[in-house]
């Protein structure tokens, strides 16, 4: 795959290296002494919360906080190579048995491969050539979201016989912990009886499973019709598994090296263990957004320097939403791209409302670029900027931007990637897990559940007809009918 990483093996096993690519928070416009009083924080704020810390911390070293037992993935960054190994042997395998490959997965079984693929991917994997993809497949999501027009595409675009040649074959990843999640369900049977169609009764190697170790229907038609498994362990919750196969599995069909970004995580969690909580990135995260939260900025907006962060933006969008949402407090989170978006949202950041805290994710140095060349007629009066690449307008557009919004007492923190690649990325995930874990703490709530998002789901079931969920139907039909006097 062309991609955007700069860095060459070599350098990853180099201390310097790695040190160089530490990722690091700079919370400056949070502060007073930047963004002024009384929307900014003094340090004596940050430290006031040493307690609350420290409570957080305990509760996580002792593994007695609420959801407990979902604390699996605190230990991910420690996996060893051998289950890394077999991910990549699967994926090796899937590559070589066809050119299209389609992942299924929804929320946390979907959002984290996602980041990962815009991040780390080329932009145009798809458009481009076997061999330009070196030998991966290209790729497809779906299965997260009831969508017939995407669907439809894609069943259009599927062989629906034995495809002639082994490039034009097709393979898929079906991802789903409790195996029963409608949308990923759905897509998969419609897939899975295409496989047939296509393969007769070797479609089943085409297939890999990422699901309970023990549980659901996924699981079960697994071991009936002999698909490949990987396992999501009982102990990690849905948003919290990407270094698991249900991320690693995609990141490695795509050829990105998941050894790399489990050791940006395991960085990160070495650096995380500091009890100095000022000094510990996750620690220091959640107490920002904490003492944010307390002063009434209760909306967070992740703003991606470039559009291949939009997908980490999403996937901390849903971390954050699905872990903090609860009890009635939390904070909305909007996810965002720039400088897309200053042409949108930017004036309300601006000038809107003062309950919002922006975190900016930026990249500080980008592969080569194409810089603007000077164009001697100045057609469209651009001189002033010639030789300057789109990297750098970028940084200064950001610059530009964070300097506006302190200088109106807008307080923001930027969390710099010295490069966009594994080990970067890496870190950043278990960061911004962490931090979701100790401010879910701090709140005293389980960040770790979703009840919420049950709700919704017997009614739907209800009228969908499954008739275990029929008292939610009968339920739904007393509601009130729709009055036409309020429908326009
Ligand atoms: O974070 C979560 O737990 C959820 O977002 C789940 O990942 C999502 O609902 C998909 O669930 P499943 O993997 O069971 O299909």
């Known amino acids: 795959m062309a991609s955007r990483v700069l860095s060459n093996q070599k350098r990853h096993d180099s201390p310097a290296w790695r040190q160089a690519m530490t990722v690091r928070l700079d919370y400056n416009a949070m502060m007073a002494a930047t963004?002024?009083?009384?929307?900014?924080?003094?340090?004596?704020?940050?430290?006031?919360?040493?307690?609350?810390?420290?409570?957080?911390?305990?509760?996580?070293?002792?593994?007695?906080?609420?959801?407990?037992?979902?604390?699996?993935f605190l230990d991910l960054p420690y996996q060893d190579d051998t289950a890394l190994d077999r991910i990549v042997a699967t994926a090796d395998r899937l590559a070589k048995l066809g050119d299209r490959h389609v992942v299924l997965g929804i929320g946390g079984?979907?959002?984290?491969?996602?980041?990962?693929?815009?991040?780390?991917?080329?932009?145009?994997?798809?458009?481009?050539?076997?061999?330009?993809?070196?030998?991966?497949?290209?790729?497809?999501?779906?299965?997260?979201?009831?969508?017939?027009?995407?669907?439809?595409?894609?069943?259009?675009?599927?062989?629906?016989?034995?495809?002639?040649?082994?490039?034009?074959?097709f393979t898929v990843n079906v991802i789903s912990k409790s195996g029963t999640t409608l949308e990923t369900a759905v897509a998969f049977r419609i897939l899975r009886q295409r496989l047939a169609q296509a393969y007769g009764d070797r479609y089943?190697?085409?297939?890999?499973?990422?699901t309970d170790a023990r549980r659901g229907l996924l699981k079960e038609q697994a071991d009936r019709e002999g698909f490949e498994t990987f396992v999501i362990?009982?102990?990690?919750?849905?948003?919290?598994?990407?270094?698991?196969p249900v991320g690693l599995l995609p990141a490695a069909i795509a050829g990105i090296d998941i050894k790399e970004l489990v050791a940006g995580a395991r960085s990160m969690a070495e650096r995380c263990k500091s009890t100095d909580f000022?000094?510990?990135?996750?620690?220091?995260?959640?107490?920002?957004?904490?003492?944010?939260?307390?002063?009434?900025?209760?909306?967070?907006?992740?703003?991606?320097?470039?559009?291949?962060?939009?997908?980490?933006?999403?996937?901390y969008d849903q971390l954050s939403a699905e872990s903090l949402g609860k009890a009635g407090r939390g904070r909305i989170p909007l996810a965002s791209v720039n400088t897309r978006d200053l042409h949108s949202r930017g004036q309300e950041l601006q000038q809107g409302p003062r309950s919002v805290v922006v975190t900016n994710l930026c990249v500080d140095r980008y592969a080569p670029d194409h810089p603007m060349?000077?164009?001697?007629?100045?057609?469209?009066?651009?001189?002033?900027?010639?030789?300057?690449?789109?990297?750098?307008?970028?940084?200064?557009?950001?610059?530009?931007?964070?300097?506006?919004?302190?200088?109106?007492?807008?307080?923001?923190?930027?969390?710099?990637?010295?490069?966009?690649?594994?080990?970067?990325?890496?870190?950043?995930?278990?960061?911004?897990?962490?931090?979701?874990?100790?401010?879910?703490?701090?709140a005293g709530i389980n960040p770790l559940d979703q009840p919420g998002v049950e709700d919704y789901k017997k009614f739907m079931f209800g009228l969908l007809g499954r008739t275990d969920m029929a008292q939610w139907k009968r339920e739904f039909e007393k509601a009130p009918t729709t009055d036409p006097a309020f429908v326009l």
């Open 278 to 315: 000022l000094s510990n990135p996750a620690y220091l995260y959640a107490a920002l957004q904490h003492l944010s939260e307390e002063r009434g900025r209760n909306i967070w907006v992740m703003v991606a320097w470039g559009k291949a962060l939009e997908g980490l933006a999403m996937w």
């Open 204 to 210: 089943s190697e085409r297939i890999v499973a990422t």
């Open 35 to 72: 963004v002024g009083k009384p929307s900014g924080l003094a340090v004596q704020d940050l430290n006031g919360l040493a307690g609350k810390l420290a409570a957080a911390h305990r509760q996580i070293v002792e593994r007695t906080g609420p959801g407990a037992d979902f604390l699996g």
């Open 233 to 244: 362990p009982d102990d990690v919750g849905g948003r919290f598994s990407v270094l698991t």
């Open 109 to 169: 079984s979907y959002l984290g491969a996602r980041a990962v693929l815009d991040a780390l991917g080329d932009p145009l994997h798809n458009e481009r050539g076997r061999l330009a993809r070196n030998g991966r497949p290209r790729l497809y999501f779906e299965g997260n979201n009831l969508d017939p027009d995407s669907m439809r595409a894609l069943m259009d675009f599927l062989p629906a016989g034995r495809p002639a040649e082994a490039e034009a074959g």
């Open 373 to 442: 060349l000077w164009d001697a007629g100045d057609p469209d009066g651009l001189n002033y900027a010639a030789g300057k690449t789109m990297g750098q307008m970028l940084a200064g557009a950001r610059q530009a931007v964070t300097f506006a919004y302190s200088r109106d007492q807008r307080p923001s923190m930027t969390l710099h990637l010295p490069e966009l690649n594994a080990y970067t990325l890496g870190q950043v995930f278990y960061l911004f897990e962490l931090a979701t874990l100790v401010e879910g703490y701090m």
